[in-house]
């Protein structure tokens, strides 16, 4: 635990995680009870931090991206890694706290609004970019292919979601802090804060860890060459022992 | 500039060729649609009204999946046969081989719809489209929606081991914006459009495709270099 970035990521991983908690303590115990929903509002200090701090992580990884893909810096590949993983993670636990929400106020556990389905296609979309990750073994070409899958899927997400817009739509107006009382917007300021930081922190542990793991791969020796394809009507291309058997 | 367009234009020649010198896949590709087709209608069941109202759904879901086995080996001989390095040496400028595999894949992708739409309307119900020129329209945007990124995520996973499974869960997400487009600006033409909807859903189907076409035509020379 030597490196600076490791340092400075358990630092904001902390430091997020007392905000949070703050934001949270404020929310459920001192801000009063939504007037249309209730308890159920409260939900807010979380949902809405999750899909900011989501949408900005993507946004640092498109930005990592053309990085990546420009200059050819293996820290740029990290970066956009570390910021997909966080995105991806967040957007799913978005669409948890979403169904768990939508199942009293709305008595389904999903429907086909914009935000909600915009949100799945994101996280199916980044999802696949991480599980492409895996399955490439050339490092060149792994930077390549995640640069270049992340810059087109964030491009597709305000065109996913005026679609879905347009096709049917039920979510309430987004929330602002400007659209409630200041007592609310307190908790929901530092929880939003809070999430940031700790993402941000764990933005930066995953890069280390990803640069940790390109560099290992770089220093690795070269695996031995692979035996020639047995050719059955060259002889001279095939194993010699093994023709004069036959 | 005009070399691009030649040489976009011989890259499409040359894979129609293939495509043509190969025909009985095509025709398979054709069968597949078919096939599909008919089972949805099994998974739907005999009611004749919910099968005429999805009829855009079918259609446009059984054109997805073609795609994705079009696309598959839309750059398989070349990889196969090492021919993409040659071609990228001829010198063929990536952008020329980009938009000539995109447009070799749409059309072909509306030679299937050319079958798959009179068999939809068919065992659907849906009965006689009113206005042919403007579903061949909508056809040929979808299909061209489809194309470019397919045909672009095509080329980044050709030499990946897990293809097969990776295109399809690259580029369904991806044309969310365009399925609904084309299965909404669909169903408008065979049920009627009331409401004056169906400009909106083709411009959206228009502005995907220029997107798409203009940043996969973008990026293409990094995918082939890597």
Sequence with gaps: MKSPLAIVGLIFVVLGMLATAAGHWIGLFVAPPEAMMGDVGRILYVHVPTAWAALIFFMVAFVAAIGSLWSGWRGFDAATTGA??????????????????????????????????????????????????????????????????????????????????????????????????????LPLGVAALGMLVMGTGLMLLRT???????AHEADAPELPPTAAPLRLDDPAGGDPTLDEAT | MTRVFAMTLTILRK?????????AQAVALLGFAAVVLLLFSFAVGPDSTMLAKHAGGYLWLALLLASTLLLGRSLQTEVETDALEALLLAPVPPAALFYGKALANAGLLVMVALVAVPVDLAITGAGIVENPVLLALIVVLGAAGIAAPGTFYAALTARI???????????????????????????????????????????LLVCFDAIYWSLCGLLFEKVVDG
């Design chain 2, 161 to 203: 081991d897990g293809r097969q499974l990776l295109l399809p869960l690259l580029l369904f997400p991806l044309v969310v914006p365009a399925l609904l487009a084309s299965v909404k600006a669909t169903s408008l033409v065979m049920t009627g459009d009331p409401m004056e909807q169906l400009p909106g859903w083709i411009a």
């Design chain 1, 208 to 214: 280390k860890v990803e640069l940790v793991r390109l």
């Design chain 2, 15 to 23: 894979d129609l060729l293939v495509e043509w010198r190969a025909r």
């Design chain 1, 84 to 185: 997909v993983e966080v995105g991806t993670v967040l957007t799913f636990l978005l669409l948890i706290q979403g169904s768990i929400w939508a199942r009293p106020t709305w008595n389904t556990w999903w429907t086909w609004d914009p935000r909600l389905t915009t949100s799945a296609v994101l996280a199916a979309a980044f999802g696949v970019v991480l599980l492409m990750r895996r399955l490439i073994d050339q490092p060149a070409k792994r930077q390549m292919a995640t640069a270049v899958a992340t810059i087109i899927a964030f491009v597709d997400v305000p065109v996913v979601y005026f679609s879905v817009k347009w096709w049917a739509s039920l979510h309430q107006q987004a929330s602002t802090r400007a659209s409630m009382d200041s007592v609310m917007g």
